[in-house]
């Protein structure tokens, strides 16, 4: 490598370009009048490459949250400004509502998530019983159901490619295929130290330093290492959800169809998606792994562990389907901070430290619907120091 190449001053710099990094930059530079300097660095080539485009699209309408907590506020506001948003870029999304079927033994379950979603103010909420259920979902087994009205399905990568394309183009500065590592406080500010990796085996990689007034770790799975660079200490434990498709059958389900949660560390179970390109999405399974970089060599060594999981869950919630149905999908890593067996439901960590630092840790789901809130949570910390 050569030596370090000292680049500008920046006012912020947000490290990680996923769906949340994306809207704090897109939020930044649609500020009135807003003159900032704004870089984002990312270690992949692209932005949005893991689990802000390899989950299921869903709006959620943030029932499943514990009240009071921020998870909860955050994801019941990013439902109403999702919306808007997706409105204003131009991005095709479907408001078909979300319907939690009940089993004989999951009636606590389902009347808990009301209780939360009366307290948590996401509006619209209906009980179904067995022939209003037919009549929206034909092929659903249960016979008691909660109706989510707000819930609905987008496209997260095509969302978070415009996010890029109108930040871009607003002034702020990718620094991508660029890994931090490490960060130091200066007089007015921070300094980051950066690598960045050459696609080319010839060349060498290129040692960057920039430095920054505030700083904002949105790193994901890597947010925990970010903020172990300034002393502040979580643990996250990278999780994959892995998906199946239906592809044959698009009759089966007309919306979204999710089972009564367990409230533990499996997340809110293994549902059936109608995606925008009407093919049906099942997942995700939490599968926990040692490294959080897991090439996928390693995750097709579980696939063939896994498709019977999926099918029993799926043929637990609807008729009609068979093994031969489910073809492999794709996979994600989320950003756990429950490790595998917790009975604790964590809430986002939203944290400055030290001062004008702000560490966003643990945004796992539903943390793509919150991503709008998130941003503008993040953005009213910081804009009286802007």
């Given at each position: 490598?050569?030596?370090?190449d ?14 949340v ?10 500020m ?17 490459l ?12 943030g029932i ?10 955050l ?33 606590g ?47 997260p ?28 406080e200066?007089?007015?500010?921070y ?36 903020a ?31 089972p009564?949660?367990?409230f ?18 099942v ?20 696939v063939?562990k896994s ?61 793509f ?8 949570y993040?953005?009213?910390?910081i804009?009286?120091?802007l």
């Amino acid at each position: 490598m050569t030596g370090y190449d000292d680049g500008h001053r920046y006012d912020v710099a947000v490290i990680g370009s996923g769906i949340v990094g994306l809207f704090i930059s897109y939020t930044l530079a649609k500020m009135e009048g807003n003159r900032l300097k704004i870089l984002c660095i990312d270690k992949e080539c692209s932005v949005a490459l893991h689990a802000s485009s390899r989950n299921s699209g869903v709006i959620h309408s943030g029932i499943h949250a514990k009240p009071g907590t921020l998870k909860a506020r955050l994801c019941v506001n990013g439902n109403r400004m999702m919306y808007t948003i997706l409105d204003r870029l131009s991005i095709p999304y479907r408001r078909c509502g979300m319907l939690i079927v009940c089993t004989d033994d999951s009636m606590g379950a389902l009347e808990e998530l009301q209780r939360r979603g009366y307290a948590n103010g996401v509006g619209a909420m209906r009980l179904l019983h067995s022939d209003e259920i037919r009549r929206i979902e034909r092929y659903v087994k249960a016979d008691t159901g909660l109706l989510v009205e707000s819930a609905g399905v987008t496209d997260p990568k095509a969302l978070a490619y415009r996010l890029y394309e109108y930040s871009r183009a607003s002034g702020v500065e990718f620094m991508l295929k660029s890994t931090v590592v490490d960060i130091g406080e200066v007089v007015d500010g921070y300094r980051i130290e950066i690598v960045e990796r050459d696609t080319d085996p010839m060349e060498h990689d290129v040692k960057r330093r920039v430095t920054a007034g505030i700083v904002i770790n949105s790193a994901g799975i890597h947010a925990d290492d970010i903020a172990k660079m300034l002393g502040l200490k979580y643990t996250i434990y990278p999780c994959i959800g892995e998906y199946y498709i239906i592809r044959n059958k698009p009759y089966i389900v007309n919306s979204l169809v999710y089972p009564t949660p367990t409230f533990d560390y499996r997340g809110i179970g293994v549902h059936l998606t109608k995606r925008l390109d009407g093919t049906i999405a099942v997942g995700p399974n939490a599968i926990y792994i040692d490294e959080k970089d897991e090439d996928g060599d390693k995750v097709k060594g579980k696939v063939n562990k896994s498709i019977d999981e999926f099918y029993n869950k799926a043929s637990e919630i609807v008729e009609g389907i068979n093994r031969e149905d489910l073809e492999y999908g794709y996979y994600g890593i989320r950003a756990r901070l429950a490790g595998y067996g917790s009975r604790d439901e964590p809430d986002f960590v939203i944290e400055e430290y030290p001062t004008k630092f702000i560490h966003l840790i643990g945004i796992e789901s539903p943390g793509f619907t919150a991503s709008p809130a998130i941003a503008e949570y993040v953005v009213n910390m910081i804009r009286d120091r802007l």
